[in-house]
């Protein structure tokens, strides 16, 4: 059974920096194409980047331009997402999704992804 395990999320005063990573396990096969997305409470689960897991491009959220980068790593089924420069506006859950089998429909719809990492939180002081 695959599993989105994540892990680096924590607090940090305003203008610091965290990396959050999530690997899948429970499979043998890579991930076509995984994403961070974030939740506030009150507010819908938004994509932040998104990234082809064979080295293709990445897709960032306006929000995340130029502050956050993701990379992946086809070899351990893992992808992270580096983030600087961070505001309090960027505190949420962050969730890790993946899919398999093929890229299908909007990379920063919820929807697309069948599967998702448990979220871990990421709170920003100013």
């Known amino acids: 059974q695959v599993q989105l395990v994540e892990s680096g999320g924590g607090s940090v005063q305003a203008g610091g920096s965290l990396r959050l990573s999530c690997v899948a396990t429970?499979?043998?096969?890579?991930?076509?194409?995984m994403a961070w997305f974030r939740q506030s409470p009150g507010q819908e689960r938004q994509g932040v980047a998104g990234?082809?897991?064979?080295?293709?491009?990445?897709l960032y959220a306006d929000s995340a331009k130029g502050r956050f980068s993701i990379s992946a790593d086809d070899a351990k089924n893992a992808v992270t997402l580096q983030m600087h420069s961070l505001k309090p506006e960027d505190t949420a859950i962050y969730y890790c999704?993946?899919?398999?089998?093929?890229?299908?429909?909007?990379?920063?719809?919820?929807?697309?992804?069948?599967?998702w990492g448990q979220g871990t939180q990421v709170t920003v002081a100013s």
């Open positions: 999704a993946a899919q398999w089998g093929g890229v299908d429909g909007d990379r920063f719809s919820p929807t697309s992804y069948p599967h």
């Open positions: 429970g499979t043998i096969y890579r991930a076509s194409y």
């Open positions: 990234i082809y897991t064979n080295g293709g491009s990445a």
